[in-house]
């Protein structure tokens, strides 16, 4: 199964948002409402950010935000901030039962 | 403290096995679905395979069915992947992690740092 879609890099200045995409099929993300974005910094571990399309896990800030529309699902980041600049990944369940990431996002902060 | 820390990556030729495990604490860790997901050098994240809670379903990614096998050992709190017939492309860091984001276990919240396995002559 080939990963969920996502563009390779998106840009963005201080205050202001910016929106990631994350293109799947029926089988996975247009199927479930388990999509979930993950953030990751250099050498660290990723961290949960949205979770069953639109929650926020403990401690999130409420400027992550996610939603999803037929196969495609995104995140928005509002008022973007430095340390905001990372690598994001989606992932959705599938329906062999399984987990499939998208390819991944370079966010930078301008 | 909710954690799991992985171990037994290293260097091992095509072809050959290592297993790697995860030690967890601070939760109950039978209630549990467990995870790996790996990330290649400079590459993204794949999921590679999971065990429920009592190891009565386990699902694997393509990449590894035939040669990969998860188990755990819930009176040790342990996870482990069995790895055999590596490859170059197994070469990646391997990484536990769970979901406690109830009821669905599909956000995997908690996560390990990682271990690191090189496939190479």
């Known amino acids: 199964q080939s990963a969920l879609t996502q563009p390779a890099s998106v840009s963005g200045s201080p205050g202001q948002s910016i929106t990631i995409s994350c293109t799947g099929t029926?089988?996975?993300?247009?199927?479930?409402?388990?999509v979930s974005w993950y953030q990751q910094h250099p050498g660290k571990a990723p961290k949960l950010m949205i979770y069953?399309?639109?929650k926020r896990p403990s401690g999130v800030s409420n400027r992550f935000s996610g939603s999803k529309s037929g196969n495609t699902a995104s995140l928005t980041i509002s008022g973007l901030q430095a340390e905001d600049e990372a690598d994001y990944y989606c992932s959705s369940y599938t329906d062999s039962n399984t987990l499939i990431f998208g390819g991944g996002t370079k966010l930078t902060v301008l | 403290e909710v954690q799991v820390v992985e171990s037994g990556g290293g260097l091992v030729k095509p072809g050959g096995s290592l297993r790697l495990s995860c030690a967890a604490s601070?939760?109950?860790?039978?209630?549990?679905?467990m995870n790996w997901v790996r990330q290649a050098p400079g590459k993204g994240l794949e999921w590679v395979s999971k065990?429920?809670?009592?190891?009565?379903?386990?699902y694997y990614a393509d990449s590894g069915k035939g040669r990969f096998t998860t188990s755990r050992d819930n009176a040790k709190n342990s996870l482990y992947l069995q790895m055999n017939s590596l490859r170059a492309e197994d070469t990646a860091v391997y990484f536990c992690a769970l979901s406690t984001t109830a009821p669905n276990d599909y956000g995997l919240d908690v996560w390990g740092q990682g271990t690191t396995v090189t496939v190479s002559s």
């Open positions: 069953d399309v639109t």
């Open positions: 601070g939760f109950t860790f039978s209630g549990y679905t």
């Open positions: 065990i429920s809670s009592g190891s009565g379903y386990i």
């Open positions: 029926s089988s996975d993300v247009g199927g479930y409402n388990f």
